[in-house]
């Protein structure tokens, strides 16, 4: 048996932090409450397997190192200028009072005043991981609403970042602070600042390019990888900064490289797996017999943490140059605290100014902080109802104009796009062409900028991952449109539109032919695969000019489109595809009847639509079945879609009657 700790205590780590994760997101809580049990399940307080507390801590300084490199790429100088207006005095004003409050609150308890200062701080950062995955849960990252919160929580994790380095320098000094070490340390730290801003700045960028250029993606993931670690060591051991702050401003430098979305990409697998270690670290060091015998303590924390720091955003929103419901989501996503917390939690712990139960105090107040976030996003409605009732307070807090709609609260009758790659972005202009309805669900931040530069509804989210195709409207929509390259992502979002809305026709992407099958068999009406599509149309055009006959040709097609289409029970279908593109040969227009129609209930013999508009009815399409040459005693049910024949002024005319005309004007012709 080989002896491979550290191998045991990854794997049990990551193996009941998939259980716990998995979990939590089925109850509908985040994740990060699965992984922090997960590690109260394996900590040294439980009387199950115990993992090496110590080895599982340095894995998760990984996990810190990836979480603030990836919070520097995704750092923005100009978006945080567009809401500095509010989100700079608010994140200030917030932190302090929230600071103030969580002291006064230890000092009732005893505390020291330094342990009482760190919980304090501790308290007043919010979790950037819950709040971006709440903002997108709801639909609000890329509202005005969201990006006000987003300002307001970098500066928060700005100010979070100046405290990490000044720490040591105080927690050194003791109770009689040095103020010559204070401003060495301070020295030191703004020398690493301006050596990694105006020299790495230069040559960081240049350095990815060229990495870039010799097509090596294993070579470039290196690259990124000793830039992001190499940085936080190098800035602790030589600057003596935390490797917080180091990997920090690592990211924020290849953010300013044109390769920085490609960064963090290849990124991502690795922030992710560490950041796993890091909550399964931070969850082993709670102590829950201390918890529970001190839950009135756990309770009086949380409650300052949901509802105080709520209550602070909502009053500082009086006086903030900001619409009543941006206050109101800022307050719901702030109501918790995460990452930045445990990180100066474990700072203060690590230099003697909190002791391992207080830390699970601090601890304690995210698990359950962190768990209700999702309830107070669903409470926004009601407190704005509640508060419209108090003129007074209503008029501070929203004199500074409306509100502003979510995306899709206007929309309806209207056409959901998933995904914005190659194949989206041909759905989107035709849509936009032809002026229907339509709104776009991506999880790529730069295509969302476009797309609302143009003035087009979007919704910022990962339809297979997340919350947000619940705000895109389904029930209301007319249709469906899945355009992700990867199925199995594909398969998710069909599922989760299938809940939402069990009558939405749906149109789906299929990458291989065997997911042509199963993206049917979970309820896509068409599913397309686009490369045999194109292949089919490349071969059609190729043996038209070698001089076959177009029967011949069709023929070919046909076989080609029944061997990766066809689903044994599916003859039907394969029949109407035949008409669709038989009636693109033939110009046969169609018309789906609606249940209000004027023809709706009648036989085609009563509707008499030829001998009133001049266009010839030459089939029906009916569910999935076809009917060519309908008799006249057949009746017309509404969601029937009537294929006419005719010229454009006959087909207007029909379009009119079956559309447009009153009931009563319709004549039974017997």
């Known amino acids: 048996m080989h002896d491979v700790p550290l191998l045991i205590n990854i794997v049990a780590a990551l193996g009941v932090a998939f259980l716990g994760g998995t979990l939590a997101r089925r109850i509908g809580l985040p994740t990060i409450v699965g992984y922090l049990l997960a590690g109260v399940a394996i900590g040294p307080f439980s009387p199950a397997f115990v993992g090496d507390v110590e080895t599982i801590s340095q894995l998760a300084e990984l996990g810190v190192i990836f979480l603030m490199f990836g919070v520097g790429i995704h750092f923005s100088l100009r978006d945080l200028w567009q809401v500095r207006s509010v989100a700079l005095p608010g994140a200030v004003v917030q932190m302090l009072c929230a600071s103030a409050l969580g002291f006064g609150l230890t000092r009732l308890w005893g505390w020291s005043v330094a342990s009482g200062l760190m919980l304090g701080i501790a308290i007043s950062v919010a979790s950037t991981v819950v709040l971006l995955r709440g903002l997108m849960d709801n639909g609000l990252l890329n509202t005005r609403h969201g990006q006000v919160a987003v300002g307001w929580l970098v500066l928060e994790d700005l100010a979070s970042v100046l405290i990490l380095v000044a720490l040591p320098a105080f927690a050194a000094a003791g109770p009689n602070v040095d103020a010559q070490q204070v401003v060495w340390a301070l020295v030191k730290a703004g020398a690493f600042i301006a050596l990694m801003l105006f020299v790495g700045g230069r040559v960081v960028p240049w350095m990815l390019m060229r ?143 909190l002791d391992r139960d207080q830390y699970s105090l601090i601890l304690a107040g995210a698990l359950l902080s962190i768990t209700l976030n999702p309830f107070m996003y669903r409470l926004i409605r009601p407190l704005e109802s509640v508060l419209r009732r108090l003129p007074g307070f209503w008029q501070r807090l929203d004199k500074h104009g409306p509100e502003l709609p979510l995306p899709g609260e206007t929309l309806s009758d209207h056409v959901v796009v998933v995904g914005y790659g190659r194949v989206g972005r041909h759905v989107v202009e035709v849509l936009r062409a032809l002026s229907v309805p339509h709104l776009v669900v991506d999880s790529d931040a730069t295509r969302i900028e476009q797309l609302e530069r143009r003035g087009i509804p979007t919704l910022f989210g990962d339809a297979a991952n997340s919350e947000v195709l619940s705000h895109a409207r389904l029930p209301r929509a007319r249709v469906l449109v899945i355009t992700l390259p990867d199925e199995a992502a594909t398969e998710m979002t069909l599922m989760t539109a299938r809940r939402l809305a069990p009558d939405l026709p749906i149109i789906a992407r299929a990458i291989t032919p065997a997911g042509v099958n199963q993206l049917a068999e979970l309820g896509a009406q068409d599913v397309i695969h686009p490369e045999l599509e194109g292949g089919l149309e490349i071969v059609r055009h190729t043996l038209l000019r070698l001089g076959f006959p177009i029967r011949e040709v069709q023929k070919y097609a046909d076989a080609v489109r029944r061997e990766h289409y066809e689903v044994s029970d599916r003859v039907e279908q394969h029949a109407r595809r035949q008409f669709m593109e038989a009636a693109q040969i033939l110009e046969i227009t169609l018309f789906e009847l609606a249940k209000d129609s004027p023809v709706a209930g009648l036989t085609l013999a009563e509707a008499d639509i030829r001998g009133r508009t001049g266009a010839s009815v030459v089939v029906i399409l009916r569910g999935q079945q076809v009917l060519p040459n309908p008799k006249s005693h057949t009746i017309l049910q509404p969601g029937d879609s009537i294929g006419l024949i005719g010229n454009e002024g006959q087909i207007a005319e029909a379009e009119r009657l079956i559309t447009q005309a009153a009931r009563a004007e319709a004549t039974p012709v017997s």
């Open 211 to 353: 990495i870039a250029h010799t097509r090596s993606r294993e070579l470039f993931i290196l690259v990124i990888l000793v830039l992001s670690l190499g940085t936080a060591i190098g800035s602790a051991e030589l600057f003596g900064v935390s490797l917080a702050l180091g990997a920090f401003l690592a990211g924020v430098v290849i953010s300013e490289s044109p390769l920085s979305h490609q960064v963090g990409a290849d990124l991502l697998p690795f922030r992710e797996a560490f950041a796993v270690l890091f909550f399964v670290s931070v969850g082993m060091l709670v102590n829950p017999v201390y918890l529970v015998a001190n839950a009135g303590q756990v309770l009086a924390l949380t409650g300052l943490i949901v509802v105080g720091k709520s209550a602070i955003t909502l009053l500082l929103g009086t006086l903030l140059p900001s619409p009543a419901r941006t206050a109101l989501v800022v307050a719901a996503g702030l109501s918790q605290i995460g990452e930045f917390s445990f990180i100066i939690g474990q700072a203060g712990l690590t230099l003697g100014l």
